[in-house]
């Protein structure tokens, strides 16, 4: 027997809607595509679709030489581009076997935690931004100029800083720069304050952010998720205190490692706060540091030509987004056989994938900008 049922409307069938956000879409912070399959105003699936921006750094990298690599290092996280030189220099150096001056290595210290700072005040002011809020942006950048008058003046530029030097800094630091860091750091300190009272204060932010986007401990492990996103799902780790490298192992009464259990929007944003106040703290006991040793060199003579010795070895940091590695090859030339880069925004936009699904369209942005990523980390 054949049953055929007909005329019953449109209530038998059921067709989801593909909806592209981005490229080029505000809230995608430029060139990053998300396909997601919608069911009615809720997310079945999302797919991060990557690639727009890649210029394919790692293949440069092998035509450069090991000064020359230190140029293309810096670009990929535009807002973190002091510690992406200084993991692509750690790297070369350990290949080298080679011991910078104490100087350079709390100069580093120091200019990482104020790279550090600069990278989250941008993250402060455009999350709220995307959420409704403009005030906070502009109090994040005019903190973030206080900051960058100090790095501009010692190293020449304001985004790619190009101050690490295989075997320690471009040159010593200015007559009178130490000061003039350390009072734009109080400076920045003393209206930190504006964050508590502007964002978390605002009970339309919180509605927005509490209990939104998830991400427990268990996916932040399978999909390699790090940084503040990690720390905020309550994975407590941090290289800088678990893997010490330059001068961290002496600022361990310093160094508060920020986390939260809740794994939501707002525990990411609460991290983030938490985090930008401690690295400046790390800053003031870094010149603390420096005003106590005595003058001396603040980098190691080189060979005109500088050739790695054959081998292998991976060179990771604590970057203000997350682990950022390098596994450099060399086959005893002046240029590496192979630099593969371990970005933290690559891991860390892949867990969209189990976050989006069952939430909102509308609670989309706010997960999105709670996932604190550069897109240029990700499409390396």
Known sequence: ????????????????????????????????????????????????????MHRGAEKLFE????RQIVMLANRHDWLSAFSNELGVVLAVERMLGMEVPE?????????????????????????????????????AFTEREELQHVME????????????????????????????????????????????????????????????????AADVHAFGVSGPIARASGVDFDLRRDEPYLGYADLAGTLKVATRTEGDCLARFEVLLEQTTNALDLADACLDRLADLPPGPIN???????????????????????????????????????????????????????????????????ILGSMFFVVGDIDK
């Open 153 to 216: 003046e010692v190293s020449g530029g304001r985004m790619h800083y190009m101050f690490n030097r295989v075997g320690g800094l471009k040159e010593d630091l200015p007559a009178g720069w130490t000061g003039r860091a350390r009072a734009a750091v109080a400076a920045v300190r003393s209206r930190m304050g504006r964050f508590d009272d502007l964002v978390l204060g605002n009970e339309i932010f919180r509605g927005r952010t509490r209990g939104v986007g998830v991400l427990s």
């Open 103 to 139: 100087r350079a290595v709390w100069t580093r210290t120091l200019l990482a935690e104020l790279n550090r700072v600069l990278n989250h005040l941008m993250f402060l002011g455009s999350y709220p931004l995307e959420l409704g809020g403009i005030t906070p942006i502009f109090y």
């Open 300 to 366: 190691q003579r080189l060979p005109k030509v500088l050739k790695a010795p054959e081998g292998h070895t991976y060179a990771w940091t604590e970057n203000p987004l997350g682990l950022n590695g390098y596994y450099l090859v060399s086959k005893g030339e002046k240029t590496p056989y192979r630099l593969k880069l371990r970005s933290a925004s690559f891991n860390n936009i892949q867990a969209l994938t189990v976050l989006l699904p069952g939430t909102l369209v509308a609670d989309m942005v706010a």
């Open 63 to 66: 035509a450069r030489d090991y």
């Open 1 to 52: 027997m054949t049953e055929t049922t007909v005329g019953i409307g449109g209530a038998a069938e059921g067709t989801d809607m593909v909806l592209n956000i981005g490229p080029q879409h505000p809230s995608t912070h430029g060139v990053l595509r998300l396909r997601l399959v919608l069911d009615g105003e809720r997310i079945r699936s999302a797919e991060p679709i990557i690639g727009y």
